[in-house]
């Protein structure tokens, strides 16, 4: 059964690296001792290692243990044998060319589709749905599919942003983006804005934290749902 | 000898489409009557036939007639033939798949190499560079290629951003986009503000507009460059 977060951000404003939803993870963890991290995506290009530290730092404030994947010989053993995983934040088309070079794809797709707990933040997130087509990141690298683990039925828009109004800035608003999305793909995408999740319960999928979110779906007007709000109908 | 001029956008806000440029491109196809509009990256996912209609207006300004490139049975032979040619904005990576799908990227490059008169706008300007990993729009098609035209020796980022520092936002500043891409990628990035245009002539690449241009160089600190400053020596 799938016991899953999708998370739009590991950080809020004003509060330190997953401060925010530590009392969620210290529940949603609470039967691993040691969290398999995958730190591919590694933000500002930083080293594995050190976004691995990164990531232990913040986990140590609830007793749990963090190793990074890059320092197994075998990483799809290790996903296989961990008692959780948490894939973290940076550049989504880093993560996914990574985890496809790894071969590490259907693996992570049937662990966590069979039970493993599952973390994902931002890039982490983006992964969780079927593309990354709607990721925001910039694509520093040419990865071989675009298409990803599928753990719910539409695609994720983390770090959802509602239109400046002020700005002068001609560049496309995100909603502008996802519609584009739209002219060539049926699938729904859930803008999830930050200090928002998705908790994905075997066929539940519950909208979490205190904001709402945004839904779009193919040839609809978007539409805002509430913190609680049940996803598992949308396809 | 290359004939191009390379803008951050094609409409700077409060003046009509293309508008802030017509006095250059009068000079720019003084030698055409009859410009090959390329519409392919549609625009929130507009049509080739309005896309084609908005371009075709702001150039009745000047007096060019326009045509679409998709009104021909032949799009190579259409490139061959043409007077002048513009590629408009919208998704970078839709433009990039319909240049690929109809086998367009080598003529594109020969013909425009060959001194034929090209203009390209966002998208149609992030063609010109090496590679369009340093686009800003969304992924929402997979492209068979990220590699492009190199009309010029680096990247280009069209519409660049300097940050919001009253933002709340944690999503990335494009200075952070910019500088993770040479973590994994060495050519030079142009960051075009939007009013900004190179005009590249033989050899020659000016830094054209009334704003700066922000360079950045793989494992220097960026910089800023004036208007009429001389690109040519960056690889």
Known sequence: MKNIIIASTSTIHGSDYL??????????????????????????????????????????????????????????????????????????????????????????????????????????????????????DMPIVYPPSFNTLGFVPFNINPHYLDPNTNSKHMGETRETRIKEFHSYNTPPVIGLREGSWLRVNGDSILLKGKLKARVFEYNKTPYEVESGFQLNHLK
């Open 19 to 136: 401060e925010y939803m530590l009392d969620e993870l210290s529940t949603f963890f609470k039967d691993a001792k040691t969290i398999l991290f995958i730190p591919y995506a590694r933000p500002s290009g930083i080293s594995h290692n050190e976004y691995t530290k990164k990531a232990a730092t913040a986990f140590a404030e609830i007793d749990k243990k963090v190793v990074g994947i890059h320092t197994f010989k075998n990483p799809i053993e290790a996903i296989k044998n961990a008692e959780a995983i948490f894939t973290g934040g940076g550049n989504t088309f880093v993560l996914v060319n990574q985890l496809y070079k790894n071969n590490l794809i259907t693996t992570l797709k049937e662990t966590v589709t069979n039970g493993t707990p599952y973390l994902g933040t931002s890039a982490g997130s983006n992964i969780c749905g079927l593309t990354i087509k709607t990721s925001n």
